[in-house]
T-cell receptor, first 111, second 115 residues
Framework: SQKIEQNSEALNIQEGKTATLTCNYT??????LQWYRQDPGRGPVFLLL?????KEKRKERLKVTFDTTLKQSLFHITASQPADSATYLC??????????FGPGTRLSVLP | GAGVSQSPSNKVTEKGKDVELRCDPI?????LYWYRQSLGQGLEFLIY????????KSGLPSDRFSAERTGGSVSTLTIQRTQQEDSAVYLC?????????????FGPGTRLTVL
């Protein structure tokens, strides 16, 4: 079965630093990897997606990479702020099918 | 326009009762997903409606769970003879197309508590 692992259950960093979250997948590379943010008591909100043939994608302070050799995606938040504190979810998207979410990493940005 | 809505927002039921959870996706969205999220856990895929094609039911945990999507719009998730382990937040999401590479828009979820 296709699995998604996010290697840190929780991550604490200091405000202003870069947060780096890791997502690893098993078996074949999905067509896309997607990243979502989830705040307590709310549904996830989409942040970024990256295609299998893309190495890197950026959006404002966010950057996502996709390494098919390592079967890994890295999610970076630069100049982190306390408002970035949330749970971040990685998901594999194989053309809409077999959509699998990882367990999430709870990020806390300390002032 | 309106986002994905779900009702009820909270449901408390007794073990053995049946429950129906409703999802109103964004108008025009072809794909609709149901997930379950237990406390402190990730999202567990339940079922995927992909336009006019047969739904992917591979994530439904038992035959007590069923779902339908009428007219390509509203979806209902039904849990029969509820058990305490069914307690969780049930999330619905919709997406523009079924081809992948599109963001999923999530509803606020229904928190189900089985006593």
């Amino acid at each position: 079965s296709q699995k998604i692992e996010q290697n840190s259950e929780a991550l604490n960093i200091q405000e202003g630093k870069t947060a780096t979250l890791t997502c690893n997948y098993t078996n074949y590379s999905p067509a896309y990897l997607q990243w979502y943010r989830q705040d307590p008591g709310r549904g996830p909100v989409f942040l970024l997606l990256i295609r299998e043939n893309e190495k890197e994608k950026r959006k404002e302070r966010l950057k996502v990479t996709f390494d098919t050799t390592l079967k890994q995606s890295l999610f970076h938040i630069t100049a982190s702020q306390p408002a970035d504190s949330a749970t971040y979810l990685c998901a594999r998207d194989n053309y809409g099918q077999n959509f699998v979410f990882g367990p999430g990493t709870r990020l806390s940005v300390l002032p | 326009g309106a986002g994905v809505s779900q009702s009820p927002s909270n449901k408390v039921t007794e073990k053995g009762k049946d429950v129906e959870l409703r999802c109103d996706p964004i108008s025009g969205h072809t794909a609709l997903y149901w997930y379950r999220q237990s406390l402190g856990q990730g999202l567990e895929f339940l079922i995927y409606f992909q336009g006019n094609s047969a739904p992917d039911k591979s994530g439904l945990p038992s035959d007590r769970f069923s779902a339908e999507r009428t007219g390509g719009s509203v979806s209902t998730l039904t849990i029969q003879r509820t058990q305490q382990e069914d307690s969780a937040v049930y999330l619905c999401a919709s997406s523009v197309t079924t081809s992948g590479g599109n963001e999923q828009f999530f509803g606020p979820g229904t928190r189900l508590t089985v006593l």
